[in-house]
């Protein structure tokens, strides 16, 4: 049995959730706090001019085409893994430009799992964000 540890929240000396760094308290609050930021995050500017991009026929013609050609997951390759790439990552994230958008060589095929990351890393943990 994995011993349990006590809340990382300040003041708290309640045991933390198996697995977690929170007690039930306050999981639930944090959890809380990450639907809110993505919720919020999905209603920029930047992402709606995006999800404008990604609904456009020549995006998904072009996806299609360019997981056909890159059928494997960089990020996983570079640690000796093999996996399908599912996503179209934009190396350098296009914030709603077009050009930098449909631009191929700022594309590479990524994991659902490393793209996940990858986009999460970018949208909640950039410097200044």
Request: net charge negative.
């Given at each position: 049995m994995t011993p349990r540890?006590?809340?990382v929240s300040p003041g708290c000396c309640d045991l933390a959730v198996p697995g977690a760094a929170h007690c039930d308290f306050h999981l639930d609050r944090v959890k809380a706090a990450q639907a809110e930021r993505k919720a919020k995050a999905k209603l920029g500017a930047i992402a709606v001019a995006g999800a404008a991009l990604y609904s456009t026929e020549r995006w998904r013609r072009e996806r299609r085409l360019f997981?056909?050609?890159?059928?494997?997951?960089?990020?996983?390759?570079?640690?000796?893994?093999?996996?399908?790439?599912?996503?179209?990552?934009?190396?350098?994230?296009?914030?709603?430009?077009?050009?930098?958008?449909?631009?191929?060589?700022?594309?590479?095929?990524?994991c659902h799992r490393c793209h996940s990351r990858k986009t999460a890393r970018e949208v909640f943990h950039a410097k200044g964000g």
């Open positions: 540890k006590v809340c997981l056909d050609r890159h059928p494997l997951c960089v990020d996983c390759a570079e640690l000796g893994a093999v996996e399908v790439a599912t996503d179209v990552d934009h190396i350098t994230p296009h914030r709603g430009d077009r050009k930098l958008f449909f631009d191929r060589s700022n594309w590479q095929g990524l």
